[in-house]
């Protein structure tokens, strides 16, 4: 499949172009039309001798030439032949327009789709779509694009970011938004030949592209995904993703407490805090971090620590309010900038950060950029937003403003800022508006090109700029960048070992469990218990049963041989009340744990990308209190203390009310085992349960006291 013959053909036809307005063949022919003078364009119309003024052939078969790509513009019922015959000339690349695929969720659909993959693979043709728009390329100012867009200034417009996006309508928006600098823009529709991650790996690689933006509603390849989120990563290349279809109703049951607790968010969530995405949740936020992030593309910011300038105290109150809401950081202040701020704001103002200036009704400018440099040479300070800028309407002042925010507040108060490239720089400034969006384009371009971006209104701005925060904070020793998804999705019988089996392999892991034997008739209690230390719990030994308290599986505090034979039939007959069918293969004889804080440790396998490990509040509070956090295996240990600290719980494990605190690092410690062993069965690997672990305070350890493992061969 050849890249090249469809983002840079030197020739291309458009089979459908026609002058109906507002129609696809009319986009795609007038877009056609603005492509550089050495790149071919030809129109293909049975029907019509020109379109646009320019001639047309009747087939491609006509054409004085192969084109390198053809964008087919026509009705779904033609393109199987038409497909066919540009395969036959040699065409080394197809753009689908129509609809009516696999998206309609019909039968029909999909073997249709199915045949345009064999003509493809027939042909070694890449093909975009069907059901998609086609794509833009800014590098080497090509269109070949099927909607809006028509506006689209290729002369004019940066190049910089390249979006995909699997909805035709998101990638318009990411076109139409002005002041944001663009490589390429992709419309992927169904993909089935040429996909998301065959559209990423490409552009990754570009020196062109310094940022991916991506509009995901689902992900083909989980593996390779998160290679080109790794490989972003490590050429510096910041990547924002909006993904859609990720409510609750996306879940699958599944047998164990994680598989319940797991959700398309969760997981995609746990994907982006490994590799540092950044993850948005609608367009505006999407459109917002391009921009910001676009903006300081020469000079990101050392971290994600934030001061603030405000012109009011109600101002000042809302920014503290929403930096806190959404998780900006804005540290203290260094002594000697409050002292430095004092001799430059009037004497009633409080230098904190956030800070109020007041209402300064004099030299505005200069004690803003006194103040501003007071704040970026604040070693605790990494980035500033600045909310008093309005600047609604296009008048001379906004505009003389405007230039000193361009020539002074970005340029007089340099101090070194560490870029992914360990670049000098000076601590980059924004505009957070605290008003409906109104600017004027000119002096916000005059801004971007000194380095401040303008995000959207507060509620989104602070939003936005958290996620930015986070991603400006990543560290790459506490992140381990390993990829675990598997080769293929998981498939054929679902296979759920017994506790003793479970137990078992986590043990050849490294996880720690109290004693136990396992009894299959309670005439081998007497033998199995002589080993085990008073109380003991009893437990079910069944692959069917996976909950076993609810079926009434478990006895706790056995003190005597006596007990534990009354409580072997108790269970059995209990259990085989619950589930007639379930096979009972005996009862586990288990040394009983001291109390402590009862934890959940557990994995899900997601089908694309792999297994995820979860951490949270254990015992009957699993599913009541869902306080959990997922990461994708495997983690290191900084991960998991992170997983663990995130959690509300965490307070309970610090130590609440003169109790003890716990022992995270053993938790931790388990949790790291647990995501090996997942990482290293990933090919078969469905759900996995340890509830509880049992952490005690510091010093004193963790163990694991039940285990269920599902496997799927």
Same mark, same amino acid.
């Not at 759920?496 to 986590?506: G, I, M, N, Y």
């Not at 440790?601 to 089908?607: K, L, P, Q």
């Given at each position: ?12 036809? /458009? ?59 026509? +009705? ?84 910089? /970011? ?39 790996? !490409? ?6 592209? !310094? ?20 490989? #972003? ?92 809401? !959404? ?74 403003? #405007? ?12 101090? +070194? ?102 009894? #299959? ?5 007497a033998a199995a218990m002589e080993g085990l230390r008073f109380p003991l719990v009893m437990k079910i030994s069944s692959p069917d ?98 997983? /663990? ?69």
């Open positions: 499949m050849n890249m090249e013959k469809l983002l840079k053909p030197k020739a291309m036809a /458009i089979v459908g172009a026609n002058e109906k307005r507002g129609s696809f063949g009319n986009y795609s022919a007038i877009n056609a039309l603005q492509n550089r003078e050495s790149v071919k364009v030809y129109f293909v119309n049975a029907k019509s001798e020109r379109v646009l003024g320019k001639q047309t052939y009747k087939s491609l078969s006509e054409l004085p030439e192969v084109p390198d790509c053809v964008m087919l513009v026509t +009705p779904k019922s033609s393109i199987p032949g038409l497909l066919r015959e540009a395969g036959e000339l040699g065409v080394g690349a197809a753009i689908i327009v129509a609809a009516g695929y696999s998206e309609e969720g019909t039968e029909e659909g999909r073997r249709d789709e199915r045949e345009i993959v064999e003509i493809a693979r027939r042909y070694d043709m890449a093909v975009m779509g069907p059901n998609c728009t086609g794509y833009v390329n800014n590098v080497d100012k090509i269109k070949m694009w099927g909607m809006g867009g028509t506006e689209f200034d290729m002369g004019s417009r940066s190049t910089g /970011i390249a979006f995909f996006s699997q909805s035709g309508t998101m990638a318009i928006h990411a076109l139409s938004c002005n002041y944001v600098d663009i490589s390429y823009v992709f419309s992927l529709g169904n993909s089935v030949v040429l996909t998301m991650e065959d559209a990423m790996a !490409y552009a990754v690689e570009d020196p062109h592209v !310094y940022m991916l933006c991506l509009y995901l509603e689902g992900v083909r390849n989980g593996r390779r995904f998160m290679d080109i989120l790794n490989r #972003a990563r490590e050429l510096g290349k910041p990547v924002v993703i909006h993904a859609s279809g990720m409510s609750a109703k996306g879940a699958i049951a599944a047998a164990s407490h994680t598989g319940n607790l797991a959700s398309s968010r969760a997981v995609y969530e746990a994907v982006c805090e490994k590799y540092g995405v950044v993850l948005v949740e609608s367009i505006d936020e999407f459109l917002c971090a391009a921009n910001v992030l676009g903006t300081w593309r020469n000079k990101l910011p050392a971290g994600g620590n934030v001061a603030a300038v405000n012109g009011s105290g109600g101002e000042n109150a809302v920014c503290a309010d929403l930096g806190e809401m !959404y998780g900006v950081p804005m540290p203290d202040l260094q002594p000697e900038t409050i002292e430095r701020l004092k001799r430059v704001l009037p004497e009633f103002a409080s230098p904190k950060n956030p800070l109020d200036m007041t209402a300064i009704t004099s030299d505005t400018d200069t004690v803003c950029v006194e103040t501003l440099t007071a704040l970026g040479e604040d070693p605790n300070v990494d980035a500033i937003i600045f909310t008093i800028a309005q600047f609604n309407e296009p008048n001379e002042k906004d505009r003389q403003q #405007a230039e000193v925010f361009g020539e002074s507040l970005n340029e007089r108060y340099a101090r +070194p800022c560490i870029k992914y490239e360990q670049l000098e720089g000076s601590v980059p400034v924004m505009v957070i508006p605290q008003v409906e969006d109104r600017r004027d384009y000119e002096w916000r371009m005059k801004l971007k090109a000194a380095g401040v971006p303008i995000l959207a209104t507060s509620l989104i701005g602070y939003k936005v700029l958290g996620k930015i925060c986070r991603f400006l904070n990543y560290r790459e020793e506490e992140h381990l960048r390993e990829n675990a998804a598997p080769e293929r999705a998981l498939s054929g019988e679902v296979i759920r070992h017994t506790e003793a089996e479970s137990r078992a392999l986590l043990e050849s892991a490294g996880v720690p469990f109290p004693r136990q034997a396992a009894v #299959a008739s309670k005439d081998g209690l049963i996976a909950h076993k308290t609810e079926a009434g599986g478990v006895k706790l505090n056995i003190r005597s041989a006596g007990e534990a034979e009354a409580a072997f039939d108790e269970i059995m007959e209990s259990c085989a009340r619950h589930l007639p069918s379930a096979r009972l293969e005996g009862v586990l004889l288990q040394e009983m744990a001291p109390a402590g804080t009862e934890m959940i440790v557990g994995v899900t396998s997601d089908r694309q990308f792999g297994p995820m490990l979860l951490v949270g509040m254990g015992g009957v509070f699993t599913e009541v209190f869902k306080d959990t956090a997922m990461a994708a295996c495997p983690v290191c240990r900084e991960e998991a203390m992170h997983m /663990i600290d995130s959690l509300k719980a965490a307070r309970l494990l610090d130590g609440y009310r003169g109790s003890r605190p716990c022992d995270k690092g053993a938790l931790a410690e388990i949790m790291v085992k647990v995501s090996r062993f997942a990482a290293g069965r990933r090919g078969t690997l469905k759900e996995l349960d340890i509830n509880p672990v049992i952490v005690y305070p510091q010093g004193e350890g963790a163990v694991a006291v039940d285990a269920l493992v599902v496997e799927q061969e």
